[in-house]
C-alpha cells in the first residue's frame, strides 16, 4: 500500500483528507506541524508527502528545505492558501514537486499525487539503466543520474534532469507545453501554470556559461526546443 504523510495543522481539513486519502487506497500518517512531519520521516520514508505550506513551527517551505538539503527526494506535494507566483515559485524552490492553491478539489489532490508517484516510480526505473545522452555540450549519465555541460558538473534535482534529459533526446525537435507536462509531472496543469517556465529558468541558469549561453530556446505560444543558437 502506497504510504502518503499529510502535515495540516487546520484539523477540520486534515481530518478530513486524510479519510478521502484513506478511502483513495492510501495509508495515511497525519500530523499538526511540520516539526513532528519531520520525526514521522526520519522513522520511515513514506513515499509521498502533502504539506500545508503555513503551519505553526517549522511551515512546509522549512520542511521541504531540510528534506531536500538531507539528500532526501520523497515526492512532495504543497498545499498553498497563497496563490501568488512569487509564492509558488518559493515552493518550488524550497524542493516541492508540486502544489495544489486552497480551496480545493479533492480530486485534484489525488490526480498530481497519482502523477507525482507515477514520475517517482518512472525514475526509479530510470536509476537502473546503464546509458549516456548528449547533445550540444551537455551529457547525461542515465545510470547514475550525473549530467555535465562542456565538462562542468550540474548539480540537479530530479525535475530539473527528467525535464533536461528530455531536452536533450529530443534536440532539434519544438516539444509543446502539454507535451513537456504529461511527460514530466503526468499531469498537463493547462495554460495557466507556471511550473515549466520555473524549471526551464533554473535550467538555463545551471546551463550558462562565458561562451556557451545556455541551448534551451522558446518557441513563443508552441513550447521549447534544445538547439544551437541561429
Known amino acids: 500500500m502506497t504510504t502518503v504523510l499529510l502535515a495540516e495543522d ?9 479519510r478521502a486519502l484513506t478511502l483513495e487506497g492510501y495509508e495515511v500518517t497525519a500530523v499538526p506541524d511540520g516539526v513532528q512531519a519531520l520525526a514521522v520521516v526520519h522513522k520511515g520514508r513514506p513515499d509521498a508527502l502533502v504539506l500545508d505550506v503555513m503551519m505553526p513551527g517549522i511551515d512546509g517551505l522549512q520542511v521541504c528545505r531540510v528534506l531536500r538539503e538531507g539528500g532526501d527526494r520523497t515526492p512532495i506535494l504543497m498545499l498553498t492558501a497563497k496563490v501568488e507566483t512569487s509564492d509558488r515559485i518559493a515552493g518550488l524552490d524550497a524542493g516541492a514537486d508540486d502544489y495544489v492553491p486552497k ?4 480530486e485534484e489532490v489525488f490526480a498530481r499525487l497519482r502523477a507525482l508517484l507515477r514520475r517517482a516510480g518512472s525514475t526509479n526505473t530510470d536509476d537502473c539503466a546503464d546509458g549516456v545522452v548528449e547533445a550540444l555540450g551537455i551529457r547525461l549519465d542515465l545510470g547514475a543520474r550525473r549530467a555535465w555541460h562542456h565538462e562542468q558538473e550540474l548539480e540537479l534535482t530530479r525535475t530539473e534532469f527528467n525535464l533536461l534529459e528530455l531536452l536533450v533526446r529530443n534536440h532539434g525537435n519544438v516539444l509543446g507545453h502539454a507535451l513537456i ?3 514530466i509531472w503526468g499531469y498537463d496543469f493547462g495554460p495557466s501554470s507556471k511550473n515549466l517556465a520555473v524549471y526551464i529558468g533554473y535550467l538555463r541558469r545551471k546551463l550558462h556559461q562565458p561562451g556557451h549561453p545556455a541551448p534551451i530556446h522558446s518557441v513563443r505560444g508552441v513550447g521549447y526546443t534544445l538547439r544551437e543558437a541561429p
Open 103 to 106: 480551496p480545493f478539489e479533492v
Open 181 to 183: 507536462y504529461e511527460r
Open 10 to 18: 487546520d484539523r477540520a481539513i486534515r481530518h478530513a483528507l486524510q
